[in-house]
């Protein structure tokens, strides 16, 4: 690790994959099943995260992964904000 890297990030790639993956994919469910503001909150805050995320390793992704990154982040944004309605 990089002297100007963040600790978190460290502590992130440190993360078992399936173990990120299977908590993503319960969390999404239950704010799909939640009721109205609850589960558009809860997917608008894992926006956040991705949004974070994106941020952090946009330098090192090539164009075709930013383009499905976006697409996927807007579909995201989308679903939670048709929730919250």
């Not at 690790?1 to 992130?12: A, D, E, F, H, I």
């Not at 994919?25 to 991705?50: D, T």
Request: net charge positive; no cysteine.
């Amino acid at each position: 690790m990089q002297r100007t890297q963040s600790p978190l990030l460290g502590r992130l790639a440190r993360v078992n994959p399936t173990t990120v993956f299977l908590a993503t994919l319960v969390l999404v469910l239950v704010a799909l099943f939640a009721p109205g503001p609850v589960g558009g909150l809860l997917l608008l805050a894992l926006a956040a995260g991705l949004v974070w995320l994106m941020v952090t390793t946009w330098p090192v992704q090539a164009p075709a992964t930013r383009v499905i990154r976006l697409v996927m982040l807007t579909l995201l944004i989308a679903v939670a904000l048709a929730k919250l309605l």
